[in-house]
């Protein structure tokens, strides 16, 4: 097996079996063996997470190693993202983008990966966190004039909520002064369409390519 496939595998064993500190010396491994971080995060960390949210959903996991998985993918995401940021690129053009989870959503870890895959593309970014009210959304979308809205939905019964806060773009008369783009593990692009997003991202690297579109009009 070629040092990558076993780095990156051992991450994913790292976050199914909830071990944070596994996951933190093996992504030092992986960034002294030059791996690419984002492709690192996609394809070993956050591979080990679908897997567990598999299980989870199947009843062969509980909560409490669902909570130990996501701290273990947060700490191997804490070691990796120095290096993503250090690779930051210059934007040309207006590029703030602020991103949330909305409103009785507390997943932040793919929020988060957004947020650093777009600051080391160039753009000022702003993330307000988990559990955003959609008021929150509006004053800060007045305050800041952001390009881009990215909102964070990973359940079903959250993902209303997206279509919720353009409701409230809408109705506070700034609908056409942002551009909005939803992701998360319950979205897809139909979601997208049906509730009047401009983008669907499918994942960090799919929200930076979206997000330059969308900027570029
Ligand atoms: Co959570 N959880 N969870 N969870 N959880 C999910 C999301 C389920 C799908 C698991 C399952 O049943 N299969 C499920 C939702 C089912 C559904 O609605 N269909 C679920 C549930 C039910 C729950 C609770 C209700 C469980 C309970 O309490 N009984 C509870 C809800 C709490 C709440 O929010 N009110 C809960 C809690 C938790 C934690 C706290 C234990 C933990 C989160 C820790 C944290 O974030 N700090 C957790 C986790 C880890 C998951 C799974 C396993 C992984 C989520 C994750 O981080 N994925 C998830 C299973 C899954 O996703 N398949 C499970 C990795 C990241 C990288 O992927 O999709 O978040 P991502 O983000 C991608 C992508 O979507 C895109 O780019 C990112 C980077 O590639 N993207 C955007 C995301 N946002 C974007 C915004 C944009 O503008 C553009 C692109």
Not at 16 to 38: F, K, V
Not at 79 to 89: G, I
């Amino acid at each position: 097996m070629s040092t990558r496939t076993d780095i990156l595998e051992r991450l994913a064993s790292s976050v199914i079996e909830g071990n944070s500190e596994a996951a933190r010396s093996t992504a030092g491994e992986a960034l002294n063996a030059q791996l690419d971080p984002l492709e690192t995060i996609e394809n070993g960390l956050a591979k080990g997470l679908r897997e567990v949210g598999r299980r989870f959903e199947c009843g062969e996991l509980f909560l409490m190693q669902l909570i130990l998985s996501g701290e273990a993918m947060k700490a191997g995401v804490e070691v990796l993202k120095p290096e993503m940021l250090k690779q930051k690129k210059q934007l040309t053009g207006p590029g703030t983008f602020l991103i949330g989870t909305v409103e009785g959503d507390i997943h932040d870890i793919g929020k988060s990966i957004v947020a650093a895959m777009l600051t080391a593309e160039g753009f000022d970014v702003v993330d307000l966190g988990v559990d955003i009210p959609d008021q929150v959304f509006v004053e800060k979308i007045k305050e800041i004039k952001p390009s881009i809205l990215g909102l964070s939905a990973l359940m079903t019964t959250t993902r209303t909520k997206q279509k919720e806060v353009i409701e409230a773009l809408r109705r506070a008369g700034l609908r056409n002064a942002v551009k909005v783009m939803v992701g998360g593990a319950t979205v897809t692009p139909e979601w997208a369409e049906e509730i009047g997003a401009d983008a669907y991202g499918e994942d960090a690297i799919d929200a930076a390519r979206k997000a330059k579109q969308l900027i570029k009009g």
